[in-house]
C-alpha cells in the first residue's frame, strides 16, 4: 500500500518562508516523478513543481518559479518544497503526487498516489 504524508503546512507572513514535506513509504520510488500541487476551494488542482528523470530535472510553474525549490532525498524517501518569499495568493492546501514513470507530467491525472494534504495559509 503506497502513502504519501505531507507535513509543514501552517500560517505564515507575507514575505516569509515555509518547507514543506512528503514521506513517501509502501515501495521503492527512486527514479519515478513526484510533483507538488496546490488547491483552493472552488478552483481546480494547480501544478506548482515537479522533479523528474531520475531526479536530475525539476520544473516549475511561472507563478513560484525563483520563489520554490523542489528537492528530493532518494535514500529517505522523502521529498520536500522550500517556499520563500511567500505571497498571500500561495494560501492553498498543498498536494504531493507521485507518478508511475519518471517522466515530467503537469496534469493532476497523470499521477496515480496522493498525499492527504497540507493547509498553507499566508496572512498577515
Known amino acids: 500500500q503506497v502513502q504519501l504524508v505531507e507535513s509543514g503546512g501552517g500560517l505564515v507572513q507575507p514575505g516569509g518562508s515555509l518547507k514543506l514535506s512528503c514521506a513517501a513509504s509502501g515501495r521503492s520510488f527512486s527514479g519515478l516523478a513526484m510533483a507538488w500541487f496546490r488547491q483552493v476551494p472552488g478552483k481546480e488542482r494547480e501544478f506548482v513543481a515537479a522533479?523528474?528523470?531520475?531526479?536530475?530535472?525539476?520544473h516549475y510553474a511561472n507563478s513560484v518559479k525563483g520563489r520554490f525549490t523542489i528537492s528530493r532525498d532518494s535514500a529517505e524517501n522523502t521529498m520536500s518544497l522550500q517556499m520563500d518569499t511567500l505571497k498571500p495568493e500561495d494560501t492553498a492546501t498543498y498536494y504531493c503526487?507521485?507518478?508511475?514513470?519518471?517522466?515530467?507530467?503537469?496534469?493532476?491525472?497523470?499521477?496515480?498516489?496522493w498525499g492527504q494534504g497540507t493547509r498553507v495559509t499566508v496572512s498577515s
Open positions: 503526487a507521485l507518478r508511475k514513470n519518471k517522466w515530467l507530467a503537469l496534469s493532476p491525472s497523470e499521477y496515480t498516489y
Open positions: 522533479i523528474y528523470l531520475n531526479n536530475v530535472a525539476t
